[in-house]
């Protein structure tokens, strides 16, 4: 059984129909790529994923367990965390209390210590900047910090929404690194990217999505070396 099953999901916004009937999985373990340009419904299909849009058809498996209409901070505790486009840290806080944010579903008080040590040790700069605010924070800080929040909940399945954006090449290696680091220590990966190179990279499979259809799917090195890809995605 998958960890995560897609199936048939058709969302609009108004009359405009974003997503027409995809249908994928995620199984556990997997690091998988969604690929696509700008206005394919990359985002709109994690949104749907993690609670924040209800599509008008199709379902959301989760587990074994419908979960597409489970409010988004439920599917939270069911182990899912979702690291959004844009980071949304938040900015008035420091980045101590919004690491805390992200146990805001666990109740263990020793275990959350023990979660926030080891995000400390992935992400150092994070502790090295655990009282300041935010909003003050670098880009790359941000998205350091918007990962390691979500690491907070212990999720068995991370949802990450172009990690990437606006960071700097070098910044955009640390990223990955700490992406595959993350999948080696036992959480299963669903990363939306527009750095099809970098994606393709570090997943097991991959999907292509164009005008909110798939319309390719397989082995991600594979995908990698197809021609297609390679002239609508990597600039070869």
């Known amino acids: 059984m998958a960890m995560l099953e897609i199936k048939d999901i058709e969302v609009y916004y108004g009359m405009i129909q974003a997503i027409k009937g995809i249908s994928f999985e995620v199984n556990k373990g997997e690091v998988i790529a969604l690929i696509g340009a700008n206005g394919a419904g990359k985002t709109t299909i994690l949104h749907t994923i993690t609670g924040l849009l209800s599509p008008k058809c199709g379902s959301v498996l989760f587990e074994g367990k419908d979960i597409t209409k489970v409010p988004a901070h439920k599917i939270v505790s069911l182990g899912m965390a979702h690291v959004p486009e844009g980071r949304r840290v938040f900015a008035e806080l420091t980045v101590y209390e919004n690491l805390k944010m992200g ?10 210590e023990q979660t926030l040590q080891m995000v400390y040790q992935r992400f150092p700069r994070l502790e090295e900047r655990k009282n300041q605010l935010a909003g003050t924070l670098s880009g790359g800080e941000q998205q350091m910090l918007a990962m390691g929040r979500a690491l907070m909940s212990h999720p068995k399945i991370i949802v990450m929404d172009e990690p990437s954006m ?63 890809i390679k002239k609508a995605y990597l600039g070869e």
């Open 103 to 112: 146990a805001y579903t666990r109740k263990d008080k020793d275990e959350i």
């Open 166 to 228: 606006g960071l700097s090449p070098i910044l955009v290696n640390q990223i990955f690194d700490i992406i595959e680091e993350v999948s080696k220590s036992g959480t299963t990966v669903l990363l939306v990217e527009q750095n099809a190179k970098k994606a393709l990279s570090i997943a097991d499979r991959a999907y292509v999505l164009e005008t909110g259809k798939i319309v390719l799917e397989g082995n991600a090195k594979e995908l990698m070396n197809d021609d297609s």
